[in-house]
């Protein structure tokens, strides 16, 4: 069992930036690829970023890229998602996923494990 807790969202001006963090419990991190979604009032869950295990391999959603970057500590049980450039668009709430033993994907049907979200409202 993973449990998963979403950190770092709030209130930011357009063109500024945040960190999201999610740490995880349990002893299986480090074995789960991470994905970052995010689901927007009326719209449909939409994918972000993931990275691998090991995290030698990232992936994002054509709407972030360039802009966003994720990353993790096995160490700390910690994955993040640096956010630069912040549009209003970006506004929504942010929910990270562990896929067990998975590589990272775009999938959300994937995932095993979900955090609670964490809200971010990007300002205009």
């Known amino acids: 069992q993973v449990q998963l807790v979403e950190s770092g969202g709030g209130l930011v001006q357009a063109g500024g930036s945040l960190r999201l963090s999610c740490a995880a419990s349990?002893?299986?991190?480090?074995?789960?690829?991470v994905g970052w979604f995010r689901q927007a009032p009326g719209k449909e869950r939409e994918f972000v970023a993931a990275?691998?295990?090991?995290?030698?391999?990232?992936y994002y959603g054509d709407s972030v890229k360039g802009r966003f970057t994720i990353s993790r500590d096995n160490a700390r049980n910690t994955a993040y998602l640096q956010m630069n450039s912040l549009k209003p668009e970006d506004t929504a709430v942010y929910y990270c996923?562990?896929?067990?033993w998975g590589s990272g994907t775009y999938n959300n049907y994937a995932y095993d494990y979900w955090g609670q979200g964490t809200q971010v409202t990007v300002s205009s």
């Open positions: 349990g002893r299986t991190f480090s074995s789960c690829a």
């Open positions: 996923a562990a896929d067990l």
């Open positions: 990275i691998s295990t090991s995290g030698g391999r990232t």
